[in-house]
């Protein structure tokens, strides 16, 4: 956050803060890519679950293994624009206008639409009434390819020399090894608020992209390398782009404030894959639990996260 302090002898502090005036999600239209997992671009973590069955303690893969597929989780932990194919100024459009520059910060984008204040502002800065003013179409359209990391949870039954176990399998992209996704993406976001230049000032746009992705058809066999045994994992991988998008414009206050509560990021909590901290995953929906629905033995809120796995929305697609 930009804060800068501007002192007037008799008065208050002015304080100079970046006020958010939107901030929305919008998705795009699913992709379907082809799964292969391989120890070239996943690590794997197979584990047999505690079933009272003595039998299961000592499992291992072997070419004899079969799997009866139960469950599969997905879980988004970085979806972004290959770096080869950036967004341009043309890629972002206000009103159909194009936005006069971008930025990149991290991961995010920062659209500049100072060129374009005279064409989009359709109410005056001192309106004599409170109603609200119309808001602008925005209009985002990134061409790919997308660069995708993931970790993706299976759950099911492990057949080996006549034995049945519950096993869990768990496949995470290598670090700088992400998957390529190939296909656009089209975002449309009505309404949006966009405020009128102050002093020079001009609001920007905060663009930032995810996914929901989901997998169809999956399918576990175990090869075998240099009698090293390995469950390779195939399917289809639905991938649903999301863009967040703010508006925000540096804006003067004075004012006494007090820090807003924000729940943390989910940065290494609530992994799916760790056995101590997998109790906070919600089986039916496959997210973190919410702190005001979901409690432990004690009756104790869990803690809460923002997992980005299961809870989104496909449009009007069904997966």
């Known amino acids: 956050m930009d804060i800068s302090n501007r002192h007037r002898p008799g008065c208050d502090s002015l304080v100079y803060l970046n006020k958010v005036f939107f901030d929305d999600k919008e998705n795009a239209s699913p992709i379907l890519t082809a799964l292969s997992t391989s120890d070239s671009n996943f690590t794997q973590q197979f584990t047999i679950e505690n079933s009272g069955n003595c039998c299961c303690c000592e499992q291992e893969l072997s070419d004899c293994t079969r799997f009866d597929i139960c469950s599969t989780k997905v879980f988004t932990r970085s979806y972004r624009l290959?770096?080869?194919?950036?967004?341009?100024?043309?890629?972002?459009?206000?009103?159909?206008?194009?936005?006069?520059?971008?930025?990149?910060?991290?991961?995010?984008?920062?659209?500049?639409i100072s060129g374009i204040m005279s064409e989009i502002t359709r109410c005056p800065c001192h309106s004599s009434d409170c109603q609200r003013c119309p808001g602008n179409f925005v209009m985002i359209t990134a061409a790919g390819p997308w660069a995708l990391e993931i970790t993706i949870v299976v759950e099911g039954t492990v057949f080996n020399s006549g034995t049945a176990c519950p096993f869990k399998i768990c496949f995470t992209t290598i670090d700088n090894t992400p998957l390529t996704i190939t296909g656009g993406a089209t975002f449309a976001f009505c309404n949006v608020d966009i405020p009128c230049q102050v002093n020079g000032i001009s609001p920007a746009l905060v663009i930032d992209f995810?996914?929901?992705?989901?997998?169809?058809?999956?399918?576990?066999?175990?090869?075998?390398?240099?009698?090293?045994?390995?469950?390779?994992?195939?399917?289809?991988?639905v991938v649903t782009p999301q863009a967040s998008l703010q508006v925000t414009r540096k804006s003067l206050f004075n004012l006494n404030a007090c820090e807003v509560e924000i729940p943390c990021d989910d940065?290494?909590?609530?992994?799916?894959?760790?056995?101590?901290?997998?109790?906070?995953?919600?089986?039916?929906?496959?997210?973190?639990?919410?702190?005001?629905?979901?409690?432990?033995?004690?009756?104790?809120?869990?803690?809460?996260?923002?997992?980005?796995?299961?809870?989104?929305?496909?449009?009007?697609?069904?997966f």
Do not use: M, W
Request: hydrophobic share 25%.
């Open 267 to 318: 940065v290494g909590q609530c992994d799916p894959c760790n056995e101590a901290e997998a109790a906070c995953i919600d089986e039916k929906s496959g997210c973190c639990c919410d702190e005001e629905e979901h409690h432990d033995h004690d009756h104790k809120p869990k803690p809460r996260s923002d997992c980005s796995g299961q809870c989104c929305s496909t449009n009007i697609y069904s």
């Open 210 to 237: 995810d996914a929901c992705v989901k997998l169809l058809n999956p399918t576990l066999r175990v090869t075998s390398t240099n009698g090293c045994f390995r469950a390779n994992l195939t399917g289809s991988l």
């Open 82 to 112: 290959n770096q080869s194919t950036p967004l341009t100024p043309s890629n972002v459009t206000v009103e159909g206008l194009p936005i006069t520059a971008i930025t990149t910060s991290g991961n995010q984008f920062i659209g500049d």
